[in-house]
């Protein structure tokens, strides 16, 4: 097939730009011949989605925009399928949408939430369960979905409501997570064209690891972003009270950057939490840490649609306790994988109870840890690659406004074997 994929950003921004790097060079040696037009150009030195492939056909939306007669050059290259990866713009996506066949991966919640964050942040966060629609307008300021000026968030409903609009036109939609699955169905989108797709392990050489058993003495470990609705501060809050349950002194290690750094600083100070906060890691340094950590705290507040980072920490044997939002219940499985704290509201007792059930029994930990590392090892390329390339071939070469697509069952055997708590 001739794929062109459709996606914001080349250079590495994250879990997005992160899956693109290795899946292109997979679909190659599988291959496929594939192109990619990008919403917005790097800065030179900077990593890219497509430096690891060789040399590929590529455009950019502004010279798109700017010189129209440019279309006729991806139309030369005859994409059979486009598949897109959610890109910023509606316009963009509506003319691959009135040209070619495309199929979308949903790596967010496109069209069934003003904001994007599908989270209510007041009087407390939790997860929003509300079909998107007039009313989500009526509650966006009460509720905080979003910023607070009103423009903005007529501007982003809108733009959102239009989304939803242009969903039914995608030939098939992929999700990475149950929770995706249903909140798309929800939103009026067939059965038969969605599709649960889980995301793999982004990193090549994080599959091939071996089991490492470890000895638990309360060394844990967030991973991400610092934003206010990743629930850092939950966290920092739940130490001390699993401290004091488990009996002694839990240390925590915060890996990341974002504009809640300071503040997260100073809470830990306050709260006499032990905390070393490394910043951005690089892909060694990363594991070395999680080898060297006994839990994955993911405290995230707001539905995280799949949340990568649980399974990048099962590869090196590392368990995850988690607020059971979103996506997360995929791969955490409690007491098999880690333990999931409540969420409807997440609270941080709730997180320090299930951080106190993760290291209180050294034989229950090493029992999760090897849950965390099975679980790891059914999120592979090879068996993403393989269902994709059946979706994309399922609709190649039919024109967007002529014959209807051939889409397959919405939960593939794959798909189902990899989500499932009864398989891991």
Same mark, same amino acid.
């Given at each position: 097939?001739?794929?062109?994929?459709?996606? &914001?950003?080349?250079?590495?921004?994250?879990?997005?730009?992160?899956?693109?790097?290795?899946?292109?060079?997979?679909?190659?040696? *599988?291959?496929?011949?594939?192109?990619?037009?990008?919403?917005? *150009? &790097?800065?030179?030195?900077?990593?890219?989605?497509?430096?690891?492939?060789?040399?590929?056909?590529?455009?950019? $939306?502004?010279?798109?925009?700017?010189?129209?007669?440019? $279309?006729?050059?991806?139309?030369?290259?005859?994409?059979?399928?486009?598949? =897109?990866?959610?890109?910023?713009?509606?316009?963009?996506?509506?003319?691959?949408?009135?040209?070619?066949?495309?199929?979308?991966?949903?790596?967010?919640?496109?069209?069934? !939430?003003?904001?994007?964050?599908?989270?209510?942040?007041?009087?407390?966060?939790?997860?929003?369960?509300?079909?998107?629609?007039?009313?989500?307008? +009526?509650?966006?300021?009460?509720?905080? !979905?979003? #910023?607070?000026?009103?423009?903005?968030?007529?501007?982003?409903?809108? =733009?959102?409501?239009?989304?939803?609009?242009?969903? +039914?036109?995608?030939?098939?939609?992929?999700?990475?997570?149950?929770?995706?699955?249903?909140?798309?169905?929800?939103?009026?989108?067939?059965?038969?064209?969605?599709?649960?797709?889980? @995301?793999?392990?982004?990193?090549?050489?994080?599959?091939?690891?071996?089991?490492?058993?470890?000895?638990?003495?309360?060394?844990?470990?967030?991973?991400?972003?610092?934003?206010? @609705?990743?629930?850092?501060?939950?966290?920092?809050?739940?130490?001390?009270?699993?401290?004091?349950?488990?009996?002694?002194?839990?240390?925590?290690?915060? *890996?990341?950057?974002?504009?809640?750094?300071?503040?997260?600083?100073?809470?830990?100070?306050?709260?006499?939490?032990?905390?070393?906060?490394? #910043?951005?890691?690089?892909?060694?340094?990363?594991?070395?840490?999680?080898?060297?950590?006994?839990?994955?705290?993911?405290?995230?507040? $707001?539905?995280?649609?799949? #949340?990568?980072?649980?399974?990048?920490?099962?590869?090196?044997? @590392?368990?995850? *306790?988690?607020?059971?939002?979103?996506?997360?219940?995929?791969?955490?499985? =409690?007491?098999?994988?880690?333990?999931?704290?409540?969420?409807?509201?997440?609270?941080?007792?709730?997180?320090?109870?299930?951080?106190?059930?993760?290291?209180?029994?050294?034989?229950?930990?090493?029992?999760?840890?090897? #849950?965390? $590392?099975?679980?790891?090892?059914?999120?592979?390329?090879?068996?993403?690659?393989?269902?994709?390339?059946?979706?994309?071939?399922?609709?190649?070469?039919?024109?967007?406004?002529?014959?209807?697509?051939?889409?397959?069952?919405?939960?593939?055997?794959? +798909?189902?074997?990899?989500? &499932?708590?009864?398989?891991?």
């Amino acid at each position: 097939m001739r794929i062109l994929i459709a996606a &914001s950003n080349r250079v590495i921004i994250g879990g997005i730009e992160k899956q693109l790097q290795v899946m292109i060079p997979a679909l190659m040696q *599988a291959g496929h011949e594939v192109g990619i037009l990008y919403e917005h *150009a &790097s800065g030179s030195g900077q990593p890219t989605v497509d430096e690891e492939a060789a040399r590929l056909p590529m455009w950019y $939306w502004e010279d798109l925009q700017a010189r129209p007669s440019a $279309w006729k050059d991806i139309a030369r290259w005859k994409p059979d399928v486009v598949y =897109s990866q959610g890109p910023e713009s509606l316009d963009l996506e509506r003319t691959l949408l009135d040209q070619y066949p495309v199929v979308l991966y949903a790596h967010v919640y496109l069209g069934t !939430c003003a904001s994007g964050q599908k989270c209510h942040a007041f009087p407390q966060p939790r997860p929003c369960q509300r079909e998107f629609g007039p009313m989500c307008l +009526a509650l966006y300021y009460p509720r905080r !979905c979003g #910023g607070l000026h009103p423009v903005t968030a007529w501007q982003a409903y809108q =733009s959102q409501r239009r989304r939803r609009s242009q969903l +039914a036109d995608h030939r098939a939609i992929l999700v990475a997570s149950r929770h995706m699955f249903g909140e798309f169905e929800k939103h009026g989108i067939d059965r038969e064209k969605l599709h649960l797709v889980p @995301l793999p392990v982004p990193e090549s050489r994080l599959q091939g690891l071996p089991f490492t058993p470890k000895t638990p003495d309360g060394r844990v470990l967030f991973m991400g972003r610092l934003t206010h @609705l990743k629930g850092v501060d939950h966290l920092i809050q739940a130490i001390p009270l699993a401290s004091r349950a488990l009996g002694r002194t839990l240390t925590l290690t915060i *890996a990341g950057i974002g504009p809640d750094a300071f503040r997260l600083e100073s809470l830990a100070r306050k709260l006499a939490v032990p905390v070393s906060m490394t #910043g951005w890691l690089n892909a060694e340094q990363k594991l070395k840490i999680m080898r060297q950590s006994d839990v994955l705290a993911v405290p995230s507040l $707001w539905p995280e649609p799949f #949340g990568l980072v649980g399974l990048e920490a099962g590869c090196a044997s @590392l368990p995850a *306790a988690a607020y059971a939002v979103g996506g997360i219940p995929d791969w955490l499985v =409690s007491g098999e994988t880690g333990e999931l704290a409540p969420a409807d509201p997440p609270t941080p007792q709730g997180l320090g109870d299930a951080m106190v059930r993760t290291l209180a029994d050294p034989q229950h930990h090493a029992h999760l840890c090897h #849950g965390a $590392w099975q679980m790891s090892q059914r999120f592979t390329m090879e068996k993403h690659v393989r269902q994709v390339e059946r979706i994309l071939q399922s609709v190649r070469g039919t024109p967007a406004e002529n014959e209807e697509p051939r889409p397959e069952a919405a939960m593939t055997r794959d +798909a189902h074997d990899a989500a &499932s708590p009864k398989h891991i």
